[in-house]
Each structure stands twice: as C-alpha cells, then as structure tokens.
C-alpha cells in the first residue's frame, strides 16, 4: 500500500510538471522560466534545490556521528553559499540579463574562459544529482522490501524526473518545487513532533544531543583541527556559488528585489530547517537505541528510514517518504537541468553559432537533459554503495578551485583579465589534483584550500604581468560591474 502511495505521487507530481510545461514557448522559459517568477518561487524553488538526499539522509548521519562539527559544509557552508549569493552577487549577475553563468564568463574574459568554466560546472553535476538519484534507488528498494533493487530504483526515480524536466525545464522545476516544498516541511515537521512524543518529549532528545556533545560546532584550536575546517566551510559556501542552478534562480526572478531577497531568505530557511532531519536521528537513539547503534556502524544513511518504517504508523510513513521524495525531486530536477542548458548555450553554440534558431536551440537543451540524465543513471549505477554526503560534497570543489576565483574577481577587480582568469583556472586545478593525489599533501592540508589559494595567486599575478592575451571585450568595464 505505501508503495503504491509513494507511486501515485510519482505521478501526480509528473501532472503537476507537464501542466506548467504549456508556459513554454522558447528557451528562455525553458532555462529561466522568462524571468517571470515571483519572489515567494523563488525562495521555494532556491530551498526546494539546496534541499536534497544529503539532508535527509547524510548529514543526519554525519551529526549523529559526529555533531555540528561534522556537517559545517551542509547545512551551514551550503545555506551561507545562497545568504552571500544573494548579499554580493544577485543584483550584479540580474542587471546583466545573461542566460547561463558561462556567459558572464564569456563576456569578461572571452570564449577560452567560457569553455573551460562551463566544462568545469557541468563535470561538478555528476557527483551531486548522483547523489539524488542514489536516494530514489535507496527508497524503492525500501519500500518493496528489496524486490526493486537499488539499481532499477535508480531507473525509474530518474524516468518520473525526466518526464517533465524534459518538457517543461525552469517553468516545471520551479512549480513542482513549490509544491514540493509545502510536503516537505509539513511532512518532516509532522514527523518531528511524532517522534519527540515517541522518545520522551523534545527536551530528552536536545538533553541526549547535549550529552553527547552533539551541539559542537567548533573544532579544536589546533592549526590541522581549524584549517581543515576552514577548508571544509568553503567548499560548498564559495564552490556552489559559481554553478548554474544558483544562477537560474536568480535569472528566473521578476525584478532584482526577488532575486537578491529571494535567495538570502531561502539560504537561511534552509539551514534552520535543517536541524528537523538531525533532531529526527537524535530521537532515534531513544527509541531504538540497539537498532541505531548497529545502522551507525553498517550504513548510517538507513537509521531514518528505518526508525519510520519500523517504529512509525502508516500515516507517518507516508508523510516521510512523500517529504523525502519531494526533497530528491526537487533538488535532481534542477540539477539535471543546470548542465544540460549550459552545455547548449555555452559548448554547443561554438560549433553551430550561426544557424541555431531559438526553436533548435529549445531542441538541443531537451536532448541534453535525456543524455546527461542517462550519463547520471550509469555513474550512479557504477558509484553504487558511495556515502550520499560523499558524493555532493566532492562535487563541489571542482568549481571551488576552477571557476570561483574568476567570478568574483570578474566583478570585484577591474584589473582581472583573461590571462589572469586562465591562470587561476589551471593554477587552481593543477595543485588541487596535486594535493588530491599525494597522501602526504592532503593529509597535512585540505587539498581544496590550496587549489582556491593557488587560483587567487594565478589570477593576480596573472593580471599583472605584461599580456600575452591581447584581445579583451569592448564593453569590458560595463560587464565587470565596477565603476
């Protein structure tokens, strides 16, 4: 019966999807929905994105394990991504009226810069809607008691997405967001309350959490404990603010007020509400204290689900997964989205530039949600039994040490050139694969700590010396968006 519930919202949410995909007509509703959403879409669609399985499932794991220390990359480095997105660089990046982030990359620093950036984005992607659809196979094969392996779970949460993600793009992602939205706190918030009656009351799981030093945040004052935090804060806080799905949230909105508050309002909603999931698992270790102490040492990503499928009601079963499926959704939707419309505005238009009509160009996004989406299906297929949290979290450090540092020096510095942002780009990956590969580097300093410091250093040095990159665009110090 649950499975044929959770099946039945498959399908009304695909409804939902295919009912708002009227509204497009050419690719700009199909990438940022014509610019036409409304402020309070805009800070559901930009929760609803952050929102995914890493919350639900892994950072709960995460805490449980090891407190707020553990998880000050998400929720904390997430939501603070969208607060700052919103402070220093919504009303620059709205004002410009791009289509993709890779154009602005285009317009300050020329095609070479684009290309890259756009493949460093895209290749980011892989690893974080992985990470969703590893979710939805987790939950069917839950749900039918192993009948449905993870593998054909996969398959079929990535078809219920794909349907109306492929018709429907901005226009469809953003409505079934909302809605979305709503069954997800309602539901969670539900299930909260359920489980502090279940476990003594509330006070009893904040007095557990409290005896287990589950509530520290900060590290040890020692120099290994406080830079590999520091590294840790940062990658998703700086590393997610060069990626496509921000940028369309912004771009989406109706006048630059929706934008910027947009975003700041939903970046800090979705930090506070990340502590339900946490005080969900927290409760756990009160109810079924053996239980959770054996999930925490086979796979911690199975303790939520297990309390509510074992310890819970019909009703609140169907409460959880309804939120935890509204949450994979809406946070793989987008981000099949994002690499797809990136891939035909920013790689696909070198090849065809002078041909594409706006209708093709519509075409050419469709096709690239299907192939990205199965691209996604075989990585997370192959990448089966990785940690949820493990696969958003190194996702992020590829645009934290190639394409953040030319963003923000794009806008901020009026003497950043191409050169200077091609530096960056190579100088950051460079050391950040060096320390990835050598044990004793990473080990002694966090390897995407180094490749955004070597990124800064590439940058300005780079724009100092004498150019060997002449050609720089003509409206250069209107795009960098410095007086």
């Known amino acids: 019966m649950l499975l044929i519930m959770v099946i039945a919202y498959l399908f009304v949410t695909i409804g939902i999807g295919l009912w708002a995909a009227r509204r497009v007509q050419n690719s700009a509703d199909f990438a940022i929905a014509g610019r036409h959403l409304p402020m309070y879409m805009i ?5 609803a994105t952050w929102f995914g399985s890493e919350i639900v499932l892994g950072v709960p794991a995460k805490f449980i394990k090891g407190g707020l220390n553990a998880v000050v990359e998400d929720p904390f480095g997430a939501g603070m991504c969208l607060v ?29 810069v684009e290309v890259i950036c756009s493949l460093i984005i895209m290749l980011s ?37 794909l349907v109306y993600t492929l018709w429907g793009g901005m226009w469809s992602v953003a409505v079934t967001d909302f809605i979305q939205m709503i069954i997800l706190v309602v539901g969670l918030v539900v299930l909260a309350v359920f489980a ?6 509330a006070g009893k799981v904040i007095d ?9 945040f900060w590290p040890e004052p020692t120099w290994h404990e406080m830079i ?14 060069p990626q496509q799905d921000v940028f369309q949230r912004v771009m989406s909105a109706n006048t630059e007020k929706a934008a910027t508050h947009g975003t700041v309002i939903g970046g800090t909603a979705y930090i506070l509400f990340a502590f339900v999931p946490m005080f969900l ?25 297990t309390l509510v499928m074992d310890k819970m009601p019909v009703v609140m079963q169907v409460l959880f997964f309804g939120a935890l499926l509204s949450a994979i959704k809406s946070c793989a939707s987008a981000t099949l989205l994002a690499p797809s419309v990136t891939f035909t505005e920013n790689i696909w238009r070198q090849f065809r530039p002078e041909y594409i009509s706006d209708l093709e160009n519509l075409r050419i996004m469709r096709i690239s949600v299907l192939v990205f989406a199965i691209a996604v299906l075989v990585y997370s297929i192959k990448m089966e039994g990785t940690p949820i949290f493990e696969l958003v979290s190194g996702a992020y450090q590829v645009p934290l040490v190639g394409a953040f540092v030319p963003l923000v020096f794009g806008l901020y510095w009026k003497r950043a050139t191409t050169q200077g942002a091609l530096c960056a780009t190579v100088l950051g990956i460079g050391v950040w694969v060096l320390f990835m590969a ?32 002449h050609h720089r665009p003509a409206s250069h110090h209107a795009i960098a968006g410095v007086e």
């Open 43 to 47: 800070i559901t669609t930009t929760f």
């Open 84 to 112: 700052l997105v919103g402070v220093f660089f919504a009303a620059k990046l709205y004002r410009m009226t791009l289509l993709t982030i890779s154009d602005y990359y285009r317009e300050r620093y020329g095609r070479a």
């Open 125 to 161: 992607y892989l690893g974080w809607v992985s990470a969703q659809v590893t979710a939805l196979g987790l939950v069917f094969n839950l749900l039918s008691g192993g009948v449905i392996s993870i593998p054909w779970g996969m398959t079929i949460g990535v078809l219920s997405i």
């Open 196 to 201: 502090a009656d279940m476990a003594g009351g």
């Open 208 to 216: 557990l959490a409290v005896s287990r030093d589950m509530f520290r």
């Open 228 to 241: 590999f935090f520091f590294g840790a804060a940062i990658t998703m806080m700086l590393g997610s603010i």
């Open 281 to 305: 698992v927290a409760s756990a270790l009160l109810i079924m204290p053996e239980q959770t102490a054996a999930l925490l040492e086979d796979d911690p990503q199975k303790v939520l689900p």
């Open 438 to 469: 050598t044990p004793a580097l990473h080990e002694a300093f966090p390897q995407q700590l180094a490749g955004v410091l070597a990124a800064v250093v590439g940058m300005v040095a780079g724009s100092l010396v004498p150019q060997w990159v």
